[in-house]
């Protein structure tokens, strides 16, 4: 076992690192007040390369491994996680294109998405149909060469202002086998956006989209008619170790900041942290921490390695979050009064931690998965 990340993968964290301490952090408040990104923000993180990560370098990304990704989003979440969203969607939409689409498609979508002049939303969920996504309703009807969506995603993050999404829509009868997924422009005439009020990441732009009609082509569709699902459900396998750690990097630093002021707060005549009540809290949500960020990094080394890593993934999933929101609250308490105010990056913190519960599938979700694989899928729920 061997557990430092390679040079290079030290290097990009200390890159993104740097990026976050000049560009990311200092506007994280005003961001999230203002509920949207600065001017200017999204280009600075396609000049970062960040939108290319899983990207051949054909099509203008640097073709990373999957624990270099990790790196990145742990890194970004430390300094907004509002701001992992973009670079999130373009890995795991860069990686299910990557898998499923053709040369052709390829070749025509994948340099916009590495360049970041195409922001990419993933368009699963819809009102009625959540973690039983096997049943979505929105309707692809055949015409002429192509098709016609009509029917309503919601909960996309970056739907307010992403330009493509991977759309997954009905083709056929009920269930997983009937469902297709479509890349396709979102700014065009049928489609309309509607953003949620959030309680964190209100920069991630998270919105419900409606699809009245909207025309697209056979050359839309990814992966084949009627097997989309299995392309996002592989895809997830990977994603949600990166939301894990994105939680892990947004908690670790509340914690850091905790440590700090553990040493610079007096109370009775000494530091706090001199007080086992303070210190012991923090030493306990640091383990849980460090024990769920090495189960996500194993999955994504796993997938690397090309070994299956979708229990590890599942595990990372649900379990990071919950570590995040119980050490993001700890770290909070550590501050008093003074943690408890909007714009505290302690209170962001946890309101974005709470969040990653449930995006890319809740706890009960990735339980059901694991427990498929553990248990055999005819002795688990
Ligand atoms: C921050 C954030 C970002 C998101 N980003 C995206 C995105 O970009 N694209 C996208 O398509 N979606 C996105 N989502 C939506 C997310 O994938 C869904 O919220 C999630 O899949 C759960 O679906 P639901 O909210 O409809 O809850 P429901 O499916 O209604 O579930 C409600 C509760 O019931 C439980 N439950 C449901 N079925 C079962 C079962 N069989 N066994 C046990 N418990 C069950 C769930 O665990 C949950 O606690 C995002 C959500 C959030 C909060």
Redesign the pocket.
Same mark, same amino acid.
């Given at each position: 076992v061997h557990f430092e990340l390679t040079a290079e993968q030290q290097e990009l964290a200390k890159r993104v690192q740097a990026l976050v301490a000049e560009q990311i952090a200092p506007g994280a408040a005003a961001r999230e007040r203002a509920g949207r990104y600065e001017p200017g923000l999204l280009r600075a993180l396609a000049a970062a390369g960040l939108f290319g990560l899983r990207i051949d370098e054909r099509y203008g990304g640097s073709g990373l491994d999957a624990v270099s990704t990790g790196v990145v989003l742990e890194e970004l979440a430390a300094g907004d996680v509002s701001v992992c969203y973009p670079v999130l &969607?373009a890995a795991l939409i860069g990686g299910v294109l990557r898998a499923h689409a053709s040369d052709e498609q390829q070749s025509s979508w994948l340099p916009g998405i590495a360049a970041g002049t195409a922001i990419v939303? !993933?368009? !699963?969920?819809e009102p009625d149909? =959540?973690?039983? /996504?096997a049943h979505i309703e929105l309707s692809a009807v055949a015409d002429g060469e192509g098709w016609r969506l009509t029917g309503e995603?919601t909960?996309?993050? /970056?739907g307010r202002y992403a330009t493509h999404g991977l759309v997954f829509a009905r083709t056929g009868g009920p269930g997983a086998a009937g469902i297709t997924a479509f890349y396709l422009p979102l700014d065009v005439p049928g489609v309309t956006r509607v953003p949620l009020s959030d309680l964190g990441?209100r920069a =991630?732009g998270?919105s419900r989209l409606r699809f009245r009609g909207v025309p697209v082509g056979s050359g839309a569709v990814v992966g084949g008619l009627n097997r989309g699902f299995v392309a996002v459900m592989r895809g997830f396998d990977y994603s949600r170790a990166l939301i894990a750690l994105m939680a892990v990097g947004a908690a670790g630093a509340s914690l850091r900041e905790a440590y700090q002021r553990a040493g610079a707060r007096h109370a009775f005549g000494q530091p706090i942290g001199r007080f086992q009540g303070v210190a012991f809290p923090l030493v306990e949500h640091a383990t849980m921490l460090h024990a769920t960020r090495l189960v996500a990094y194993e999955a994504l080394w796993r997938g690397d390695a090309g070994l299956g890593h979708r229990v590890e993934a599942n595990m990372a999933k649900w379990w990071a979050p919950r570590a995040a929101v119980a050490a993001a609250n700890q770290a909070m308490l550590t501050f008093g009064h003074d943690g408890y105010c909007e714009d505290e990056p302690l209170a962001r913190r946890l309101r974005d931690v709470l =969040? !990653?519960q449930? /995006?890319? =599938?809740?706890? &009960? /979700?990735t339980k !059901?998965v694991i427990a498929r694989q553990l248990l055999g899928r005819e002795n688990a729920?």
């Open positions: &969607n939303a !993933l368009c !699963l969920t149909h =959540g973690t039983d /996504a995603k909960s996309i993050m /970056a990441s =991630g998270r =969040g !990653l449930l /995006a890319d =599938g809740s706890e &009960n /979700a !059901l729920p």
